[in-house]
């Protein structure tokens, strides 16, 4: 029995020796998965403070989060005097982890509008609130939560339309882990059941905090976890795309032209080519319309506290694709005349609704056919494809501020 349990010891021990060894050999050599997010009881997940490390996946840029949990420097609660706060809300695109915080939009935003005449000596500043994966009921949340803290003179919605529709719906976006809103007798109503997860609970005690440091501070966890994580993705790629796929019913498919593949063989990894077109599926006018009451709710919100409200809908790949050639024949299979359903359904919204709305996608899509350039993508991920590149984020940040100063400044005019 002595044997037995001398045997048992050295197994163990050297298991341990052989872990540490590897995590030693892992960090001399620099190899590590970035880690940014944790778990939160509000919005599901957020970005862990004072995280750091390189982002390579697409661009490559060193992320550090700042103490408050945001990708952004460093900002004082207090706003200081004679300061235009404007806080951003927004998903991946916001979070801009694919270029330096120098380049992202919202950095560019605050540069161009210390020239704006509009601000009088004021000072522009910009403080990004955008998170991966966020849709419009997080940005609601995390609103209500951490931005009003800062008192913002202007909320700016940066609305992606390739997929905040979707992750606005339980039943296309396929993950339990985050909050929803549903409509309850026309009005929205907040569903906060990812909250009752025995696994999400467990997180959220002294245990579950201490085994998630374990996670993000261990080499060797980080490989096991990214492996975990491409395989969950992968997953969760094929059951979204299967419930979306259903949700499109035989009236919408007949209607698109005769021999057309399913939708998501044109449509660009983690979007919905479906946003392209009127919904006919119940569920996707239900996405629709909830979207819709989300940005209304927030736009009264917003105006509650006495501050200004502008949407921007960004843009996604195939919407600004230099080739206009590679463009028309996306239209073709999709059997519509444009890629700006949802950029204009978002405008229209704004018509009748009394907010600003500024549709960058039409404007981006003039800019890179004439320049024959590409305003997404990078060498190594592909150009065309995912998140803004640096003369994107310059562009889309050059032209929102000449939105927020014009807007500015008609304001300034109607007062006198």
């Known amino acids: 029995m002595r044997v037995w349990k001398y045997n048992i010891v050295l197994m163990l021990g050297g298991v341990l020796i052989a872990l ?9 050599a620099g190899f590590s998965y970035l880690s940014l997010y944790q778990y939160d009881s509000d919005l599901g997940a957020a970005l862990r403070p004072e995280a750091e490390g390189w982002a390579k996946k697409e661009g490559e840029a060193y992320i550090k989060i700042s103490s408050a949990g945001l990708r952004d420097r460093e900002h004082a609660q207090a706003k200081p005097p004679r300061t235009l706060r404007i806080a951003v809300l927004g998903d991946s695109y916001a979070e801009a982890l694919q270029v330096p915080m120098e380049n992202a939009f919202w950095s560019i935003l605050e540069n161009k509008l210390k020239a704006c005449p509009a601000l009088a000596g004021r000072e522009p500043e910009v403080i990004n609130f955008g998170v991966s994966g966020y849709g419009t009921a997080q940005e609601l949340i995390m609103l209500r939560h951490r931005v009003w803290l800062y008192a913002p003179d202007i909320v700016l919605l940066a609305f992606l339309t390739g997929n905040d529709v979707r992750n606005n719906s339980r039943i296309l976006e396929q993950d339990n882990r985050r909050p929803y809103f549903v409509l309850s007798d026309g009005r929205l109503v907040p569903d906060m059941t990812f909250r009752e997860s025995l696994g999400f609970r467990l997180r959220l005690t002294e245990l579950g905090r201490w085994m998630y440091w374990l996670r993000y501070s261990s080499r060797i966890l980080q490989v096991f976890d990214e492996a975990i994580r491409i395989v969950t993705v992968r997953n969760a790629q094929v059951d979204s795309i299967s419930a979306r796929s259903h ?45 819709e009451e989300l940005i209304l709710l927030m736009r009264d919100e917003v105006r509650e506290k006495g501050a200004n409200f502008l949407v921007v809908t960004l843009s996604n790949g195939p919407q600004v694709h230099p080739d206009p050639a590679v463009r028309e ?74 939105k927020l100063c014009g807007d500015l400044l008609r304001k300034t005019s109607s007062s006198l």
């Open 329 to 402: 024949a996306f239209e073709r299979h999709l059997g519509v005349s444009h890629l700006f359903y949802p950029d204009f359904r978002i405008r229209s919204l704004g018509e009748r609704a009394g907010f600003a709305v500024l549709n960058l996608a039409p404007h981006l899509q003039t800019y890179a056919e004439e320049d024959r350039v590409f305003l997404h993508g990078f060498e190594k991920s592909g150009l065309g494809k995912g998140h803004w590149n640096s003369e994107g984020h310059r562009l889309a940040g050059t032209l929102m501020a000449q």
């Open 247 to 291: 949700s499109v019913n035989a009236a919408d498919q007949a209607d698109l032209v005769p021999g057309v593949r399913p939708w998501d063989e044109y449509a660009e990894a983690g979007l919905d080519a479906i946003v392209y077109r009127e919904p006919v599926d119940p569920v996707w006018k239900e996405a629709w319309e909830v979207t």
């Open 20 to 28: 540490l060894l590897c995590e030693v050999v892992l960090r001399m």
